[in-house]
């Protein structure tokens, strides 16, 4: 079990930006990292995801052109920057490990990742 760490959630207007970070404790190339959220009575759904090996990245329909994920290899952290938030984005996120060898795009299955954080809660009001 790798330990996940989140931080940089919060309280936002409609249109400000938040900056999600996930640290964890250690990484290995054939990784994938992902953000997931999940809103009070909806389904855990993927948000985007992020390649250690290449930084290929991956997002959720709803995210693009908003949202994006990024890797610091030094200091073992993920980030997601949101931008233009909106009411829809309220939600606890997650970061998750997917550390099965992969060579295509990131599940967007919340099962088939095996370590997961304690989650950030993001509140975004009109």
């Known amino acids: 079990q790798v330990h996940v760490a989140e931080s940089g959630g919060g309280l936002a207007q409609a249109g400000d930006s938040l900056r999600l970070s996930c640290e964890v404790a250690?990484?290995?190339?054939?990784?994938?990292m992902a953000w997931f959220r999940q809103a009070p009575g909806k389904e855990r759904e993927f948000v985007a995801g992020?390649?250690?090996?290449?930084?290929?990245?991956f997002y959720a329909d709803s995210v693009k052109g908003r949202f994006t994920i990024s890797r610091n290899v030094a200091t073992n952290t993920v980030y997601l920057q949101m931008n233009n938030l909106e009411p829809g984005d309220t939600a606890t996120y997650y970061c998750?490990?997917?550390?099965?060898?992969?060579?295509?795009?990131?599940?967007?299955?919340?099962?088939?990742?095996?370590?997961w954080g304690q989650g950030t809660q993001v509140i975004v009001s009109s």
């Open positions: 992020i390649s250690w090996r290449n930084a290929r990245q």
């Open positions: 250690d990484w290995r190339q054939n990784w994938i």
């Open positions: 998750a490990i997917d550390e099965k060898l992969r060579s295509g795009p990131a599940d967007v299955r919340p099962d088939e990742y095996d370590d």
